[in-house]
């Protein structure tokens, strides 16, 4: 996420800077600013403080937050596999728990049956 904040918020930095033109004042004034764009755009917040206004811009944005879409989604898959996988193997345990303890019931049962015959 570090890497793709320092990356996405230079490259709009740049991108930004260069298409503005001498008479206009800058939208991102520094490097930082850029990177706290990149962490809104990327963790899909979007607070609209800082935006960008021309096209190289845009594309820059729509990299970024596609990035960002990747870089959340795919790992909150792979612990919602798990998590299943995990639930299934506890509750497959339990079952088989339950069984012991019911077939340890009925041998103490049996048992006690026999004994009381004798």
């Not at 021309?54 to 937050?65: D, E, S, W």
């Not at 639930?87 to 048992?111: F, P, T």
Request: with cysteine.
């Amino acid at each position: 996420m570090g890497a793709g904040v320092l990356l996405f918020g230079s490259a709009l930095y740049i991108a930004e800077g260069f298409s503005t033109p001498d008479t206009e004042p800058l939208q991102f004034k520094s490097i930082p600013e850029a990177m706290w764009w990149a962490i809104i755009t990327m963790t899909t917040v979007g607070y609209g403080d800082y935006y960008p206004v021309h096209a190289a811009g845009y594309v820059v944005g729509a990299v970024c937050a596609v990035s960002g879409l990747l870089l959340v989604a795919m790992p909150i898959a792979i612990v919602a596999s798990n998590f299943s996988l995990f639930y299934d193997n506890m509750s497959s345990r339990d079952q088989s728990l339950r069984r012991q303890a019911m077939l340890g019931q009925m041998i103490g049962i049996a048992m006690a049956t026999r004994g009381g015959a004798a």
